[in-house]
Nanobody
Framework: QVQLVESGGAFVQAGGSLGLSCAAS????????MGWYRQAPGRQRELVAI???????QYADSVKGRFTISRDNAKNTVSLEMNSLKPEDTAVYYC??????????WGQGTQVTVSS
């Protein structure tokens, strides 16, 4: 059974920092491209950051320079370090494990709220 469990969501003030973590089980973690997505109320889910199985990274323009994605294949975890948080970063953040366009998995999400 595949499980992606996010943790670390919280209420923080603008300018603050927060770290999210996603623990994966039931998959061959090192074979997956891992991503963080977010969805704010009334908006579509959007890509935040991806780290490929080879270690390459990609970020949304809105978070470049502020967020850092990393993975630990030994622990089957992917993390998102978020700095200089803004109110517009408020959203539910989801972990994604992707093997192909037709084979990916999602976590249940963790809420991040940034107050102004």
């Amino acid at each position: 059974q595949v499980q992606l469990v996010e943790s670390g969501g919280a209420f923080v003030q603008a300018g603050g920092s927060l770290g999210l973590s996603c623990a994966a089980s039931g998959i061959i973690f090192s074979f997956a491209d891992m991503g963080w997505y977010r969805q704010a109320p009334g908006r579509q889910r959007e890509l935040v950051a991806i780290i490929t199985r080879y270690g390459g990274t990609q970020y949304a323009d809105s978070v470049k320079g502020r967020f850092t994605i990393s993975r630990d294949n030994a622990k089957n975890t992917v993390s998102l370090e978020m700095n200089s948080l803004k109110p517009e970063d408020t959203a539910v953040y989801y972990c994604n494990a992707r093997f192909s366009s037709a084979n990916d998995y999602w976590g249940q999400g963790t809420q991040v709220t940034v107050s102004s």
